[in-house]
T-cell receptor, first 114, second 113 residues
Framework: QKEVEQNSGPLSVPEGAIASLNCTYS??????FFWYRQYSGKSPELIMS????GDKEDGRFTAQLNKASQYVSLLIRDSQPSDSATYLC??????????????FGKGTHLIIQP | DAGVTQSPTHLIKTRGQQVTLRCSPK?????VSWYQQALGQGPQFIFQ???????QRGNFPDRFSGHQFPNYSSELNVNALLLGDSALYLC????????????FGPGTRLTVL
């Protein structure tokens, strides 16, 4: 059974600070890693993808992957109130010549305090 | 560039009924995955369709079935609805050859009474 674990929060961060979100996964064969943002009542929106060890930066977002530790993180710099949402970590793999369905964590509820 | 679309937006059914949900993938995408998201939980993978066939299935009973059409659009059917089937049903589209980035539609909120 593939599992993805996240701290459900809420994680409260002051505006302008760095928000740090973490995720661990159980399947060592996982090859693709994603962060989705989900506002209340809306569907998940893909904000970051990462496939190899190290850091990947996109604007205020940085994703970090450590396959040896089976650990993925998301850093949000200069946090804004509009960043308040639930952040879902998702993990994928490949089989039968194609990409598999994703396994999601339960999400971390992030609150940015003005 | 049209994104992923789903219909209907909301649906109310009673126990034992059957429901069909529809999804059109993002332009250029050929793979459709369906997920169920219960309140306060992450999405759970139901199944994935590629080349009009079910390519992979998650841990869901046979009451959940699907179909993919030649234009890559897809349907999710749920028979003999249970109260526990109440959830947000999400469709995600992706490219079969690529990095498995999946893009979600707005979802269908199903309520079973």
């Amino acid at each position: 059974q593939k599992e993805v674990e996240q701290n459900s929060g809420p994680l409260s961060v002051p505006e302008g600070a760095i928000a740090s979100l973490n995720c661990t996964y159980s399947d060592r064969g996982s090859q693709s890693f994603f962060w989705y943002r989900q506002y209340s009542g809306k569907s998940p929106e893909l904000i970051m993808s990462i496939y190899s060890n190290g850091d990947k930066e996109d604007g205020r977002f940085t994703a970090q992957l450590n396959k040896a530790s089976q650990y993925v993180s998301l850093l949000i710099r200069d946090s804004q109130p509009s960043d308040s949402a639930t952040y879902l970590c998702a993990v994928g793999s490949y089989s039968g010549g194609g990409a598999d369905g994703l396994t999601f964590g339960k999400g971390t509820h992030l609150i940015i305090q003005p | 560039d049209a994104g992923v679309t789903q219909s209907p937006t909301h649906l109310i059914k009673t126990r034992g009924q059957q429901v069909t949900l529809r999804c059109s993938p993002k332009s250029g995408h050929d793979t459709v995955s369906w997920y169920q998201q219960a309140l306060g939980q992450g999405p759970q993978f139901i199944f994935q369709y590629y080349e009009e066939e079910e390519r992979q299935r998650g841990n869901f009973p046979d009451r959940f079935s699907g179909h993919q059409f030649p234009n890559y659009s897809s349907e999710l059917n749920v028979n003999a609805l249970l109260l526990g089937d109440s959830a947000l049903y999400l469709c995600a589209s992706s490219l079969s050859r690529g990095y498995n980035e999946q893009f979600f539609g707005p979802g269908t909120r199903l309520t079973v009474l």
